[in-house]
Nanobody, 120 residues
Framework: QVQAVETGGGLVQPGGSLRLSCAAS????????MTWVRQAPGKGLEWISA????????YYADSVKGRFTISRDDAENTLFLQLNSLKTEDTAMYYC?????????????WGQGTLVTVSS
């Protein structure tokens, strides 16, 4: 089956760090660009980061640039997001999805999400 499973979320204090993982299966992981999006309580979806199929190009929203790092391990079919210097406004459900490099905005194979809560 085609699947993406996000893990690694949890409760963390402001200034803390988390490492999110997205385990993919059912498609040729190395052939796809991968994206992280999030949805804060009561808000719409926000694109936060992406990496191309080769892993050589990364992209970040201004709100997370310099604090978050996206990476991928094609041998393990896994996407990562390192979250550092977390702020309360980073509280959200985090999702991963795949896309073709040619159509980067057409996101497919969404995971179920993992919840990040930043609170004192």
């Amino acid at each position: 089956q085609v699947q993406a499973v996000e893990t690694g979320g949890g409760l963390v204090q402001p200034g803390g760090s988390l490492r999110l993982s997205c385990a993919a299966s059912g498609f040729t992981f190395s052939s796809y660009a991968m994206t992280w999006v999030r949805q804060a309580p009561g808000k719409g979806l926000e694109w936060i980061s992406a990496v191309n199929s080769g892993g050589g190009s990364t992209y970040y929203a201004d709100s997370v640039k310099g604090r978050f790092t996206i990476s991928r391990d094609d041998a393990e079919n896994t996407l990562f997001l390192q979250l550092n210097s977390l702020k309360t406004e980073d509280t959200a459900m985090y999702y991963c999805a795949n896309s073709l490099d040619e159509f980067p905005n057409a996101l497919h194979t969404w995971g179920q999400g993992t919840l990040v809560t930043v609170s004192s």
